[in-house]
């Protein structure tokens, strides 16, 4: 059983909290673009995947990972996003209830190459070689 002090300290077990409001705070990204609702010309009219947003344990910062529609642009996409973040963290703030607003950070979603990368070298003529003597072997 956690001892109260535990609780109070940060010492205790990750707490949900910061999963939750990542999750709240996804949604809400999602629907401000979908909306258009940023006054930035670059982000007009643009298609943005927001993959996960990652919630500090103090929820005081937060980093969106984000990708462009066929990951066009992304430097310039990247720039209006930080350009744009109080203005959004403005937008978020009023349509979650928490007592402070975290700061938001944008980073391009690296996930979607790794994921690329590794499909290529599953499917490259060495890797399948080795695949085919591990299945004779058995």
């Known amino acids: 059983m956690a001892k109260l002090h535990d ?3 940060g010492k205790g077990a990750a707490s949900q909290r910061p999963l939750r409001v990542g999750e709240e705070i996804r949604h809400i990204l999602a629907d401000i673009f979908i909306r258009g609702e940023c006054r930035s010309p ?3 009219d643009i298609t943005i995947s927001i993959s ?3 919630v500090a ?3 005081k ?3 969106a990972f984000f990708m462009p529609l066929a990951g066009q642009n992304k430097e310039k996409i990247l720039a ?3 350009d744009s973040a109080p203005e959004i963290r403005h937008h978020i703030s009023k349509r979650i209830k928490l007592r402070h607003t975290p700061k938001i950070h944008f980073k391009l979603d690296e996930s979607f ?4 990368k590794i499909e290529t070298l599953l499917n490259s003529p060495a890797v399948a070689k080795d695949l ?3 299945k004779s072997e058995e």
Not at 113 to 116: F, K, L, S, T, Y
């Open 7 to 9: 609780l109070f300290s």
């Open 42 to 44: 670059d982000l007009f």
């Open 52 to 54: 996960e947003v990652r």
């Open 57 to 59: 344990p103090d929820m």
């Open 61 to 63: 910062n937060a980093t």
């Open 80 to 82: 209006a996003l930080i």
């Open 113 to 116: 190459d790794e994921a690329q």
């Open 132 to 134: 085919k003597k591990d």
